[in-house]
């Protein structure tokens, strides 16, 4: 059973930056995808970034050249570096893992985005 922990949410202006970590209990070398989702409130939770096992990464159009997903194998964690935050990108992040055909899920990051 692997679990999964966000961190690094809060709240932060406009224009601002803020790192979420994901950490695994597990390994997660052998897992092929990893990824950011976020749910605003009174909207469906939706996919924002992943990551592959080979390190190829996708975006949704909304964060593209704003965000940055990235994992670290020897530490069993996945990153999502946040710049140029706007407040449309208020939302708990969580992070999804993929191993073995099995899903795990974190319980979520508060990002709130406000002045």
């Known amino acids: 059973q692997v679990q999964l922990v966000e961190s690094g949410g809060g709240l932060v202006q406009p224009g601002g930056s803020l790192r979420l970590s994901c950490a695994a209990s597990?390994?997660?070398?052998?897992?092929?995808?990893m990824g950011w989702y976020r749910q605003a409130p009174g909207k469906q939770r939706e996919w924002v970034a992943h990551?592959?096992?080979?390190?190829?990464?996708n975006y949704a159009d909304s964060v593209k050249g704003r965000f940055t997903i990235s994992r670290d194998n020897a530490k069993n964690t996945v990153y999502l570096q946040m710049n140029s935050l706007k407040p449309e990108d208020t939302a708990v992040y969580y992070c999804?893992?993929?191993?073995?055909?099995?899903?795990?899920w974190g319980k979520g990051t508060l990002v709130t985005v406000s002045s």
């Open positions: 999804r893992l993929v191993l073995f055909g099995v899903d795990y």
């Open positions: 990551i592959t096992s080979g390190g190829t990464t």
């Open positions: 597990g390994s997660i070398f052998s897992s092929n995808f």
